[in-house]
């Protein structure tokens, strides 16, 4: 039986060559799609980033707007607190005839109880009438002075703290208004259960 013959050295090698050809070409276009998916990747990576940065400038731009808003809704509040307090002084006057009222309603019933005590009356329905009479006066003067104490007097007697105390808190919000103007404040992260992920924190140790 014959063998069949060999090919040429020049057809061995050109088929040599064509293999190597496309394994490298194989091999360029592995590389290339590896390039293509780092560079992809990459540009993922890089696009997250920069998200992350602006979402980060934005929640902390939103911290600094609600501290604004904040100290605003504060100095409303603290405002209309020592408004309040300075008004409380007219209260005076008024309570005084509150009080003068309700030292009658004792006073008339006692010298009603020491002029029967003097001059008894008999014992009839008019003198069960003046009993229950004085004991309604009694119970008025003692509501009226307990009113008197509660909402008139305690207040007018406790304005002056209250003024000072709203004032002194103005005078912090306008600290810290003032650090945000200027910029003496830090964002970071909040740890309050409620609220952005961000607070401000202000550097200036009188705000």
């Known amino acids: 039986m014959k063998r ?3 090919p040429p050295n ?12 496309r394994h490298d070409r194989a091999a360029e276009a592995e590389r290339r799609a590896v390039a293509a998916r780092e560079a992809e990747a990459a540009r993922k990576s890089s696009l997250r980033r920069a998200q992350a940065v602006e979402r980060q400038a934005e929640q902390k731009a939103e ?6 808003s904040e100290l605003t809704r504060q100095e409303s509040y603290f405002s209309g607190r020592k408004d309040e307090a300075e008004a409380r002084r007219i209260l005076g006057m008024v309570s005084c005839s509150l009080a003068a009222f309700a ?10 109880i020491y002029h029967l005590s003097h001059h008894p009356i008999p014992r009839d329905e008019n003198a069960l009438l003046i009993g229950l009479s004085l004991l309604a006066v009694f119970l008025i003067a003692f509501v009226a002075l307990y009113g008197w104490f509660a ?15 709203a004032a002194q808190q103005l005078d912090q919000i306008a600290n810290k208004r003032q650090a945000l103007e200027d910029g003496a404040f830090t964002v970071i992260k909040s740890r309050r259960p409620f609220g952005g992920p961000y607070e401000v924190r202000f550097n200036d140790h009188k705000a």
């Not at 911290?63 to 604004?68: G, M, R, T």
């Open 4 to 6: 069949g013959k060999e």
């Open 103 to 112: 030292a009658i309603g004792f006073i008339g019933p006692a010298l009603t």
């Open 63 to 68: 911290a600094i707007s609600k501290a604004a």
């Open 151 to 165: 909402f008139w007097f305690q207040p007018w007697r406790e304005r002056k703290r209250d003024a000072a105390d």
């Open 10 to 21: 020049a057809v061995s090698a050109l088929r040599r060559w064509r293999d190597r050809q």
